[in-house]
């Protein structure tokens, strides 16, 4: 059930808020202390969601519920990934020495930019905030402790053999010929590469990072550590 990864979504998501990417870009914009608020009010929604997953097949409520938490995640997330873009492209400025034209028109408003971003953390954290005093309608039991066995994903790394990857060679280069139009370097921009696990979207990400025309066209590049920053 898709619920089941709450748990997991919940300790990824606080991970991923208190990154030093997303801190710094809080501060920068003021909200630091409502994502701070936003990350307590998460961690008293995680302590309960291990019962609620075992409760919610008796409790149409229940289940209601955990959508609704599920929904706020996903909304938050694009948020949160909007900050790490930002701090993304300030780095990408700030260490090329220059400021594309996509760029300039990217960091030309930036009142505009964080009235937007303040206002988006408003609606979450009040949206977070509600479905957690709805919490207490369902006398749920505190575990913060997930003992299930899962599998853990690993520091992740840019090599990749090609000759082990079959039938992405198509998708490899749309994303090429996106990357490279205008030169490669007139244009600083996001290509997200999205979809459910599992079926290799690190892999293809790999196979764009290492193709020789890309190297070329990008003498400075970047690896995520982790698989969050994907």
């Known amino acids: 059930m898709a619920e089941s990864l709450l748990f997991g979504l919940a300790e990824s998501f606080i991970s991923k808020i208190t990154s030093r990417a997303v801190e710094q870009a809080s501060l920068a914009l003021g909200v630091y202390n409502e994502l701070q608020d936003i990350k307590n009010t998460v961690s008293l929604i995680k302590a309960v969601l291990l019962d609620a997953e075992q409760k919610q097949r008796q409790n149409h409520q229940l289940r ?3 959508r609704r938490i599920k929904s706020v995640f996903t909304d938050a997330e694009d948020v949160i990934d909007d900050f790490e873009c930002e701090a993304l492209r300030k780095h990408v400025v700030n260490t090329s020495g220059s400021i594309t ?3 300039r028109r990217y960091c030309s408003n930036p009142l505009v930019y964080r009235l937007k971003m303040a206002h988006q953390i408003t609606d979450i954290k009040e949206r977070f905030n509600k479905v957690a005093a709805d919490r207490l309608n369902f ?9 299930r066995v899962v599998q853990r994903r690993e ?4 090599h990749v053999n090609e000759s082990d990857v079959i039938g992405r060679e198509h998708d490899k280069q749309k994303i090429i010929d996106i990357l490279l139009q205008d030169g490669g370097d007139k244009s600083l921009s ?7 696990g599992g079926l290799g979207k690190t892999t293809l990400a790999k196979c764009v990072f290492n193709d020789k025309s890309v190297v070329e066209s990008f003498p400075l590049k970047m690896w995520p550590n982790s698989p969050r920053e994907l």
């Open 101 to 103: 034209r996509k760029a």
């Open 190 to 196: 996001v290509i997200p590469i999205v979809g459910i």
């Open 139 to 147: 006398c749920l039991q505190i575990n913060e402790s997930d003992n």
């Open 155 to 158: 520091m992740t790394h840019s």
């Open 64 to 66: 209601e519920w955990l």
